[in-house]
């Protein structure tokens, strides 16, 4: 809100956060040099560009999908893996109902059948 941008612009406030609100007075001479030194480092930062050609590009693109495909297919590969693991788990696991009990409860299966016996 208003109010806050005013009181965190504010004088007191900026003078407990330890700024002062005085700018020093640059000469000619300073930002000139200040300007330089930004465009040395600029100029230090810009790599050279390594110019490649179209046969390169297309070799290091279709290292790239093949690369994508391999991981695509260990991917695959692990998940199938992790499921037959859990079917074989799960096989071993079945809950063993006596039918007596079962008919007591009411509860004779899964299927689909008319409800109103």
């Given at each position: 809100?208003h109010?806050?941008?005013?009181?965190?612009?504010?004088?007191?406030?900026?003078?407990?956060?330890?700024?002062?609100?005085?700018?020093?007075?640059?000469?000619?001479e300073?930002?000139?040099?200040?300007?330089?030194?930004?465009?040395?480092?600029?100029?230090?930062?810009?790599?050279?560009?390594?110019?490649?050609?179209?046969?390169?590009?297309?070799?290091?693109?279709?290292?790239?999908?093949?690369?994508?495909?391999?991981?695509?297919?260990?991917?695959?590969?692990?998940?199938?893996?992790?499921?037959?693991?859990?079917?074989?788990?799960?096989d071993?696991?079945?809950?063993?109902?006596?039918?007596?009990?079962?008919?007591?409860?009411?509860?004779?299966?899964?299927?689909?059948?008319?409800?109103?016996?």
């Open positions: 809100s109010t806050y941008l005013d009181h965190i612009n504010g004088r007191k406030h900026q003078r407990n956060l330890g700024y002062s609100m005085r700018t020093q007075r640059s000469t000619k300073e930002v000139n040099d200040r300007l330089k030194q930004l465009v040395r480092k600029q100029e230090a930062e810009i790599k050279p560009i390594d110019i490649l050609k179209p046969a390169d590009v297309i070799r290091m693109k279709d290292e790239e999908l093949q690369k994508r495909r391999e991981e695509r297919t260990k991917r695959r590969q692990e998940k199938k893996k992790g499921k037959k693991k859990q079917e074989e788990a799960d071993g696991n079945e809950l063993q109902v006596d039918p007596a009990l079962a008919a007591m409860m009411g509860f004779s299966g899964f299927g689909g059948g008319n409800k109103n016996c």
